[in-house]
């Protein structure tokens, strides 16, 4: 098991924190309630666990780098792709990957139990590309292996040991999307995290789709890049044959219907087999839901994953926003009693300057540079929001 990240950093920044503030307060002469120096207290404890955030982990993308460890390292690979009643999607994208600039590749479909059309697409499909593999897996009535299944097939139908994972609903953004992601698999690295965003739609839900698949992106990239990997998404993502077998699959999670992303990578990476590909001919896409109902159910199920990670990565990812939500509460509070605040603006400006800087970059690669001044925003938002997904998920 990986050991936790070392705390001391935090605890010297806390500890210089709360000496210049007790400096400060004694050369301004001031006389503070204790629910004044309680809030105050909280308000630099929580900047600084942000900046740590910022500083230590996120910063990390911004200087992400294009070309792998190996330029042009071009091992066979299989892409698989699990596909139930996908026809237009399967129609619109598939043929985006089919034409792919690799040298030695084959896409396997796996046609999970559709009764649409989209077996005949995928037959269409077969007579033009000599690459292309159908995996056909009857519609006979049960629905208890849910996507776990079809990757399985796929994955043991699959020719060679790097395997590529993507949807069908997803499209890459560059026809380099494999070549780019294959740099992964250099030095004997057995697991490749990228990512995937949402495509662009209008509407305010849209922007709250983006923006949370963006930060997800940017913490499991970012965590890993800091050789503390968690999770990764099936939209984009890779491992190999080797590394598949030696957790025996999605064995111990198969019960579970979702996962097949997330807890495999929790499973199966470690601070040495992962690698992390981020520019942007190394995206996927994906098609956001139309209706904020049908996405707060999406983002329930994912919740429902989350309570099998390690404890000290649910640490991590907790103390962010609980972080997050104590240090804008303190500085609304301190706004309230009028306690300094301008100084108390300065620091929650210096503290959204910090986090648009940082962002900066990640959200251009992953094409929403538009919403980088609306981060503290959609952020806030979140704070509210995700409460309610969490209960909602433990219903599921």
């Known amino acids: 098991m990986d050991k936790v990240p070392n705390c001391k950093y935090i605890i010297s920044l806390r500890t210089v924190l709360l000496f210049l503030q007790n400096k400060l307060i004694l050369t301004l002469n001031i006389n503070l309630s204790i629910s004044e120096y309680t809030f105050i207290t909280l308000?630099?404890?929580?900047?600084?666990?942000?900046?740590?955030?910022?500083?230590?982990?996120?910063?990390?993308?911004?200087?992400s780098s294009k070309k792998g460890n190996e330029p042009n390292i071009t091992p066979p690979i299989s892409v698989v792709v699990a596909a139930r009643n996908e026809e237009q999607n399967l129609v619109n994208n598939l043929p985006l990957i089919l034409n792919q600039n690799y040298p030695n590749f084959e896409v396997i479909?796996?046609?999970?139990?559709?009764?649409?059309?989209?077996?005949?697409?995928?037959?269409?499909?077969e007579q033009q590309y000599e690459h292309l593999r159908i995996v056909d897996i009857p519609d006979v009535g049960k629905d208890g292996y849910a996507k776990k299944m079809a990757l399985t097939l796929g994955i043991k139908a699959a020719q060679h040991d790097r395997l590529l994972f993507t949807d069908a609903?997803?499209?890459?953004?560059?026809?380099?999307?494999?070549?780019?992601?294959?740099?992964?698999?250099?030095?004997?690295?057995?697991?490749?995290?990228?990512?995937?965003?949402?495509?662009?739609?209008?509407?305010?839900?849209?922007?709250?789709?983006?923006?949370?698949?963006?930060?997800?992106?940017?913490?499991?990239?970012?965590?890993?890049?800091?050789?503390?990997?968690?999770?990764?998404?099936?939209?984009?993502?890779?491992?190999?044959?080797?590394?598949?077998?030696?957790?025996?699959?999605?064995?111990?999670?198969?019960?579970?219907?979702?996962?097949?992303?997330?807890?495999?990578?929790?499973?199966?990476?470690?601070?040495?087999?992962?690698?992390?590909?981020?520019?942007?001919?190394?995206?996927?896409?994906?098609?956001?839901?139309?209706?904020?109902q049908a996405w707060k159910e999406q983002k329930s199920r994912h919740f429902t994953t989350g309570n099998r990670y390690q404890r000290y990565q649910l640490f991590l990812?907790?103390?962010?926003?609980?972080?997050?939500?104590?240090?804008?509460?303190?500085?609304?509070?301190?706004?309230?009693?009028?306690?300094?605040?301008?100084?108390?603006?300065?620091?929650?400006?210096?503290?959204?300057?910090?986090?648009?800087?940082?962002?900066?970059?990640?959200?251009?690669?992953?094409?929403s540079k538009n919403l980088i001044f609306m981060a503290p925003f959609l952020e806030l938002i979140f704070l509210f929001l995700t409460p309610s997904l969490i209960s909602k998920s433990k219903h599921l």
């Open 43 to 63: 308000l630099g404890a929580t900047f600084i666990i942000q900046l740590f955030y910022y500083l230590i982990f996120f910063i990390r993308l911004s200087f």
């Open 169 to 292: 609903d997803c499209i890459p953004t560059s026809k380099n999307w494999i070549q780019s992601m294959a740099q992964g698999f250099s030095n004997n690295k057995m697991l490749v995290l990228g990512a995937g965003p949402y495509q662009y739609r209008k509407g305010f839900l849209n922007k709250l789709i983006r923006y949370d698949a963006i930060i997800i992106a940017i913490q499991y990239l970012a965590y890993a890049k800091a050789k503390i990997p968690y999770m990764g998404v099936g939209r984009n993502l890779g491992y190999t044959k080797e590394l598949y077998d030696s957790v025996r699959g999605f064995k111990s999670h198969y019960h579970i219907p979702s996962g097949d992303d997330d807890l495999f990578v929790n499973e199966a990476s470690n601070r040495k087999n992962t690698s992390v590909i981020f520019h942007e001919e190394a995206i996927t896409l994906s098609t956001p839901k139309d209706s904020y």
């Open 109 to 125: 479909v796996v046609n999970d139990r559709s009764w649409d059309e989209s077996l005949d697409v995928l037959l269409a499909f």
């Open 317 to 367: 990812l907790a103390l962010f926003p609980i972080s997050t939500g104590i240090f804008y509460i303190s500085a609304g509070v301190l706004a309230l009693l009028n306690f300094f605040p301008l100084y108390i603006l300065a620091v929650v400006s210096f503290k959204m300057l910090i986090q648009m800087l940082t962002f900066s970059r990640p959200f251009k690669i992953m094409g």
